[in-house]
Antibody
Framework: DVQLVESGGGSVQSGGSLKVSCAVS????????INWVRQAPGKGLEWISYISATSTTIHYADSVKGRFIISRDNAKNTLFLQMNSLRVDDTAVYYC?????WGQGTLVSVSS | EIEMTQTPLSLSVTPGQPASISCKCS???????????LYWFLQKPGQPPQLLIFGVSNRFSGVPDRFSGSGSGTEFTLNISRVEAEDVGVYYCMQNMQLITFGQGTRLDIK
């Protein structure tokens, strides 16, 4: 079975940093591009970052560019999102997704 | 940035009746292989999104055939031929031709 399991969410103050992870199993992670998508409480889906299979191509939404860094470790089947200079409006559930498959999400809460 | 506009934003449907959701894009969607990069997802209450349709009209594995997608250029539609209680949730369209953007979502509930 395909599984994507996010971890590392939590509460942080505005201006702080947090690193979330996504552990993948059940498919050849190193052959697939993957994304981070977030959902603020009661809001819709917002794509925030993409990384290609070999990390050669990376994209960010304007809302996180310069503050967030996506990376992956294909040997460990894990995706990462380093979040710096966090703001209150970064509060959301963060999902990793190939779009075929989605994790359950991890909640990041940023307080002022 | 390509903007995706869904209509309606909500609909209430009697079980067994059809439903239709529109997604209009601010730019024409087209892949180099001729397949538009348009997806549909359903997010059921308390769950992550799940893929329904990819490439405009291709049902993902396990998706019932009452779901169908159509359209081209800038206008796309998700149709549900006979709504069932398990179809409740929020439906999103998404494009990945130029970065990735989602529509604002359409909430479907049962009358």
């Amino acid at each position: 079975d395909v599984q994507l399991v996010e971890s590392g969410g939590g509460s942080v103050q505005s201006g702080g940093s947090l690193k979330v992870s996504c552990a993948v199993s059940g498919f050849s992670f190193s052959n697939y591009s993957i994304n981070w998508v977030r959902q603020a409480p009661g809001k819709g889906l917002e794509w925030i970052s993409y990384i290609s299979a070999t990390s050669t191509t990376i994209h960010y939404a304007d809302s996180v560019k310069g503050r967030f860094i996506i990376s992956r470790d294909n040997a460990k089947n894990t995706l990462f999102l380093q979040m710096n200079s966090l703001r209150v409006d970064d509060t959301a559930v963060y999902y990793c997704s190939t779009f075929d498959y989605w994790g359950q999400g991890t909640l990041v809460s940023v307080s002022s | 940035e390509i903007e995706m506009t869904q209509t309606p934003l909500s609909l209430s449907v009697t079980p067994g009746q059809p439903a239709s959701i529109s997604c209009k894009c601010s730019q024409r969607l087209l892949r180099s292989i001729g397949e538009a990069s348009l997806y549909w997802f359903l997010q059921k209450p308390g769950q992550p999104p799940q893929l329904l349709i990819f490439g405009v009209s291709n049902r993902f594995s396990g998706v019932p055939d009452r779901f169908s997608g159509s359209g081209s250029g800038t206008e796309f539609t998700l149709n549900i031929s006979r709504v069932e209680a398990e179809d409740v949730g929020v439906y999103y369209c998404m494009q990945n031709m130029q970065l990735i953007t989602f529509g604002q979502g359409t909430r479907l509930d049962i009358k």
